[in-house]
């Protein structure tokens, strides 16, 4: 048979009962998952079918389920009857003998994959299922054990329509409401529309009146402006006969005031050559003037000058030698010389240095900025997996100062692997929720952090305080030599760096200085690997392997997985180069402060030396100049009195030029004389030109004024010829829009063509209606928007509502039949109920006693009661099971949250053995109920279940279980069947107890 993949326990099994009355005799199953043929022989009292995990022991359910007409879905494991057939095989079978004092009853299931149909045979003879259902069920058996409801009265149903009408018929009742109210709106829309061209043709009628009038305003308005314009335009033509005769004669004048005008420019120029004549010669008389004046004051500044160097040269004659003192300068100037250079020559080093010790400090921030930069990135991740860790990260670093002992933020940030790609070993090997954890040193501390962060902030954080004796160096149990033939390499501690607490958590809690990690030699070798000593838990290249002793018979099992990759610890930041960097900087920046102090020392060394030596060239130019002074002052004398003697030589005779500038200025002006004469003489025509062009301008302002006068005339003319076209044009177009109107109001309206006016019905209508364009238009508009609010709605749902009250009417009729009847149905209720419920509660105390007494044999303390809410709900009647297993706790009701899953297992086990005198049925199925039980209570429950089990009046009992404890109490009504599988078992058919029996007896003779 194919069980689902998930449940590797079921095997084909074929069992025989044939002890007991109305006991499951045999079952056989063929075509299963991985037998093709099994017979199982239990015992007549408490079966113990023992075996492995995966052997087949819980295929007995299954086997009893399928072959006693019960539901898949009681199994759990399939919801199709094909799935329970082995793969490849098209059908399976399972048959079950129960014992009956008459003979045995037979029954036979052969289930069919392909249509998931099931064919029966009883006694050797086809059936049905219900047939077989019917026979289990006169045996006394509930393989499902099914609850009955009681179904709910008509009365009830009928009650409830009658609500459900009248709920939907009130909310229907609002439909009808909002559908008149929607009509409403329809029917002022419709006669809205209606009125909308009659007030359309009444404004357009209107604007057609107001046109008209306004045109034959136009019209005078036009006539009377063309008569004003006539006498001016006589008037204009009068002077246009004067002008002409005068422009005529000023045409002739202006030819010859032409050429006299280039007569008189040509005149206009040689007076201005000679205006500009005489300033030249007024201009050379005044350079010489100047000239002299300049030579007389240099003269007496030379002669200044003569007496002001002879009498230095006089003070300069008493002065004695000055060369030692020369001599006594130069020397202290190469001294200061040779100290300024020997100055530089340091301060070239120290700026050599300084510049060294910079580019220093650049590489080792670049690298700690680097570190920093990838701190951040470890920072990020974790923010992107606990924001409430960051969160808390950034408090402790800016109240780190409260605490008295190290503090270390999570371990993900100050774990540095030292080699990126190991990072998915550590990973691996520490649960994330410590990777996250803060570590510290002191228990106060974490308390007081916890309190601040968790309590006080809502931050979910994880916190672990290391071993007061620190565990970071403790040994492995071998030396990694020893491991090395294997391809392991390094313990997991050596392949990161961390804070010594950090390192001592992780030693003590995960043991990472006894986990060897190894290389793709470790897994080929893993079956070697895994029989060595104090190994654990070990790393291959790729995957994990967990190593477990078994307590029972010693032997080690082992689970791998692969390794995940890293996500955390990649980036790998060395806090131990962090903290070299750091002193390394602050020790270079120290440096260069020191040799900027030294620079600085000599700096101001070098300006002292400047200044001295700057005084002492002074000191030496002045000296220097003193010794030459002498021969410079004769040698000045001696130039000074030759520049004297050529300055008094070269004089100018000015009254001598005064009289020559004056005779060439007069025969200057004689010539301009004649010129003036000539250009008066050509100046009369122009004033004649003048007379003309003065009375010329008085005619034409006057034409001017009466040409303005007229044009603003002839602009309002045509203005008004404008206004006249466009008024006719516009009274055409109303004239058809009014037509228009007319013709589309009599069709809205239905009326007769001929008719003009509008009928009486709708003048009524109309009358409480708004009368402007403006009005219709917005209360159009309100109508619309209100009338679109009503959606969903249709003459149906008031056919409906009507139809619905009818209904109602009825209902209520016959309700009130039907509520008489139900109170004598109600009294009949509460008769059945005292004839049930009394015995029901009498049967559940009886198994509460047998519960409290399995309980007080281990000590502890249970009880079973009736329960339920509300007692007219029958269907929520069930029992309540409470339990205790301290003394120090109440007693608290059996769920998942209370009791361990051994406490339920215990629970449950007991609750089962308190039915087993009571109910009586042929047999009981219990499948590995003890594995949550730690070895005490799996102890005592076992006794219990063999005194209780092994009586002569109990039922056939199969206890399924993969393990026993060793040195039980065995009784001899006990049948023990070991479940054994493997690849080289012996098919059923083949088995032979006598020859296994002897091959046994031989070995141990041997």
């Known amino acids: 048979m194919t069980w689902p993949p998930q449940s590797p326990d079921y095997n084909p099994i074929e069992m025989v009962w044939d002890e007991l009355d109305h006991r499951v005799k045999e079952k056989q199953p063929t075509s299963a998952q991985t037998y093709d043929h099994s017979i199982v022989h239990p015992g007549p009292n408490l079966n113990m079918i023992v075996g492995a995990n995966g052997t087949g022991k819980s295929s007995i359910v299954c086997a009893i389920c399928l072959g006693l007409a019960g539901k898949t879905a009681i199994l759990g494991r399939g919801d199709k009857v094909g799935l329970y057939v082995k793969r490849g095989c098209n059908k399976g079978s399972v048959e079950i003998v129960l014992h009956k004092a008459k003979g045995n009853l037979v029954i036979n299931r052969e289930i069919h994959v392909e249509n998931n149909q099931s064919t029966w045979l009883l006694n050797g003879k086809h059936s049905s299922q219900k047939t077989v259902e019917e026979e289990v069920k006169a045996l006394q058996i509930q393989v499902s054990n099914l609850c009955q409801f009681l179904p709910q009265n008509v009365c009830k149903e009928k009650a409830s329509a009658l609500e459900k009408f009248k709920q939907r018929n009130e909310r229907n009742k609002h439909d009808v409401e909002r559908y008149y109210e929607k009509k409403r709106h329809l029917d002022n829309i419709k006669m809205l529309e209606k009125k909308k061209p009659w007030v359309e043709y009444e404004t357009a009628r209107k604007e057609l009146e107001g046109v008209k009038k306004s045109r034959e305003d136009a019209k005078k308005q036009l006539k009377t402006v063309r008569e004003s314009q006539a006498p001016m335009l006589k008037k204009i033509q009068h002077i246009d006969s004067q002008l002409r005769p005068i422009e005529n004669q000023m045409k002739d004048k202006t030819v010859s005031i032409r050429e006299a005008s280039q007569k008189c420019k040509q ?33 007496s500044n030379t002669r200044r000058m003569i007496d002001d160097l002879r009498a230095e040269l006089a003070n300069v004659g008493d002065q004695s030698d000055v060369t030692p003192r020369i001599n006594a300068v130069n020397a202290e100037l190469r001294r200061i010389q040779e100290e300024k ?40 991740k974790l923010r992107g997996r606990s924001k409430d860790t960051y969160a808390a990260v950034q408090w402790l670093r800016q109240n780190k100062h409260i605490f008295s002992g190290n503090v270390y933020e999570p371990m993900m940030l100050v774990i540095s692997v030292r080699n990126p790609n ?49 565990c970071a160096t403790r040994a492995p149990s071998r030396p990694i030599e020893s491991l090395k033939r294997f391809g392991f390499f390094a313990y997991l501690r050596e392949l990161f760096d961390a804070p010594e607490e950090v390192m001592s958590y992780l030693c003590n809690q995960y043991k990472v200085h006894d986990v060897p990690v190894g290389t793709d030699q470790t897994k080929a070798m893993i079956k070697t690997v895994i029989e060595e000593p104090y190994l654990k838990v070990l790393y291959t290249a790729e995957e994990k392997y967990s190593l477990k002793k078994s307590f029972y018979s010693g032997k080690t099992s082992t689970s791998n997985s692969a390794v995940r990759p890293s996500q955390y610890l990649t980036m790998a930041v060395d806090a131990e180069e962090k903290c070299q960097l750091e002193e390394q900087i602050r020790t270079a920046e120290k440096s260069m402060q020191a040799i900027d102090v030294q620079m600085s020392a000599m700096q101001e060394r070098t300006a002292k030396l ?54 060439q200025i007069s025969a200057v002006n004689s010539q301009k004389v004649a010129i003036v004469a000539e250009f008066m003489a050509h100046m009369k025509l122009s004033m004649e030109k003048v007379y003309m062009a003065l009375e010329t301008v008085g005619m034409t302002a006057e034409k001017t004024k009466l040409e303005t006068d007229c044009r603003e005339g002839s602009a309002e003319l045509r203005i008004l010829e404008q206004a006249c076209a466009m008024l006719e044009q516009r009274k055409a177009r109303l004239l058809e829009m009014c037509k228009g109107l007319m013709r589309r109001a009599r069709e809205i309206c239905n009326m007769d063509p001929g008719e003009s006016a509008v009928p009486p019905d709708l003048h009524t209508a109309f009358s409480q209606l708004p009368d402007t364009m403006d009005e219709i238009d917005a209360m159009l508009n309100e109508e619309r928007s209100r009338a679109e609010c009503f959606t969903g709605l249709s003459e149906n749902v008031v056919d409906e509502y009507n139809r619905r009250e009818q209904e ?8 009130d039949e039907k509520s008489n009847a139900l109170k004598t149905y109600r009294q009949n209720i509460s008769e059945a109920k005292e004839r ?41 009647y069930g029992i309540r099971i409470r339990v205790k297993f301290r003394s120090s706790t109440q007693l608290h009701e059996l769920t998942a949250h209370h009791q361990s899953g051994g406490e339920r297992s215990v629970s449950t086990m007991l609750y089962l053995m308190a039915l087993q005198e009571l109910n009586r049925c042929p047999f009981r199925v219990v499948d590995e109920i003890n594995q949550g039980m730690d070895p005490v209570n799996e102890r005592r429950v076992f006794d219990i279940v063999v005194r209780t089990a092994c009586k002569e009046t109990t039922s056939q009992y199969f206890f399924i279980t993969p393990k026993l404890l060793q040195n039980l109490q065995y009784a001899d009504e006990m049948t023990v069947l070991c479940v054994h599988n493997g690849p080289h078992m ?7 107890e006598k020859a296994f029996t002897r091959r046994c007896l031989r070995r141990k003779g041997k």
């Not at 691996?428 to 968790?454: C, G, S, T, W, Y």
């Not at 012996?986 to 032979?992: F, I, M, S, T, Y």
């Open 267 to 299: 005149k206009q120029d040689q007076l201005d050559r000679k205006h500009r004549e005489i300033e030249d010669i007024k201009q050379a008389f005044s350079l010489k003037q100047t000239e002299a004046a300049d030579r007389q004051k240099r003269i």
């Open 341 to 380: 250079a020997k100055m530089e020559g340091e301060k070239a080093d120290m700026r050599r240095e300084k510049d060294n010790l910079n580019g220093e400090c650049r590489l080792l921030k670049n690298r700690l900025r680097s570190l920093d930069d990838m701190m951040k990135i470890k920072e990020e």
């Open 422 to 470: 190991h990072a998915k070993y550590v990973e691996n090997h520490i649960p994330f929720n410590d990777l996250r954890a803060f570590v510290f040193q002191k228990r106060e501390d974490m308390e007081k952090f916890m309190m601040e962060v968790r309590d006080s902030q809502n931050l979910r954080v994880n916190s672990v305080f290391a071993p007061e004796e620190s």
């Open 610 to 663: 400047d200044h001295c030596d700057n005084e002492l060239r002074a000191q030496k130019k002045g000296l220097s100049e003193m010794k030459g002074k002498k021969r410079q002052l004769e040698q000045k004398i001696s130039t000074k009195q030759d520049s004297l003697r050529q300055m008094e030589q070269g004089g100018i005779d000015l009254q001598k030029a005064e009289e020559e500038t004056k005779a």
């Open 808 to 815: 109602i009417k009825n209902l209520e009729k016959e309700l």
């Open 836 to 876: 049930w419920l009394n015995p029901l509660k009498q049967l559940v105390e009886q198994i509460n006693d047998k519960f409290s007494d399995f309980f007080r044999s281990m000590q502890c303390a249970g009880e079973v009661d009736l329960h339920s809410e509300n007692e007219e709900e029958y269907d929520k």
């Open 986 to 992: 012996l098919p059923p058919n083949k088995w032979d």
